[in-house]
Structures are given as C-alpha cells and as structure tokens.
C-alpha cells in the first residue's frame, strides 16, 4: 500500500501561479502511475494529470492543457502539480492518487487517494 499526503493548496489570485505537492510513503513509490484530479462542490471528479510510472509519460485533461505541469521525482516519493495563469473558478479540492494500472484518466484507475488540497483563485 502507500499512502498520499497532498500540500501547497490555497488562495491564489487570478493569473497567479501555484504548486501542489504529493509525498507518498509505503510501498515504493515508483511502482505507482501518479495522477492528480481535483473536485468542485457539487461535481464529480475531475481528470488533471497523471504520469506513468517507468517512463514518466505525462497527460492532461482537456480543461487544463496549457496551465499545469506534473512531475514526479521518484528518488524523493513526491509529485508536483505546477499551475500557473489560474482563473477565477469555484473552489476545488485537488487529489492525487496512485495507480497500480488501469485507466489514468478515470478515477476508477486509481486505488489510493490522498485526503486532497483546497485551492480557490480569486478575482
């Protein structure tokens, strides 16, 4: 098993940028694909990034092409999500999630979560 802590989350203005972090413990951290998702109140939860465990290959959800970066530093068990020229939106709570296979962009593909992160963006 392994077990997520996220970190970094807050209030931002628009147009400013943020960084979340993900440090796992537990099983080794490489084992895992890695993935963020994030959830507004009252809507499911949606994809952000993920990356594969070996190669490190990177995906992003449709909504946040452009504005994030993921990246994993398996020599330290922590993910980043960097994300910058955030807009003003409804607060959401940011997740990441481990993968020990299935489809990245579903959260059914994860079977470990953190406890998630509020980040909310200001006008």
């Known amino acids: 098993q392994v077990q997520l802590v996220e970190s970094g989350g807050g209030l931002v203005q628009a147009g400013g940028s943020l960084r979340l972090s993900c440090a796992a413990s537990?099983?080794?951290?490489?084992?895992?694909?890695m993935g963020w998702f994030r959830q507004a109140p009252g809507k499911e939860r949606e994809f952000v990034a993920a990356?594969?465990?070996?190669?490190?290959?990177?995906y992003y959800g449709d909504s946040v092409q452009g504005q994030v970066t993921i990246r994993r530093d398996n020599t330290k068990n922590t993910m980043f999500l960097q994300m910058h020229s955030l807009k003003p939106e409804n607060p959401a709570v940011y997740y990441c999630?481990?993968?020990?296979?299935?489809?990245?962009?579903?959260?059914?593909?994860?079977?470990?979560w953190g406890q998630g992160t509020q980040v909310t963006v200001s006008s």
């Open positions: 990356s594969t465990r070996i190669s490190g290959t990177t």
């Open positions: 537990g099983r080794t951290f490489s084992s895992y694909a």
């Open positions: 999630a481990a993968s020990s296979g299935g489809n990245l962009s579903r959260p059914r593909g994860y079977g470990y």
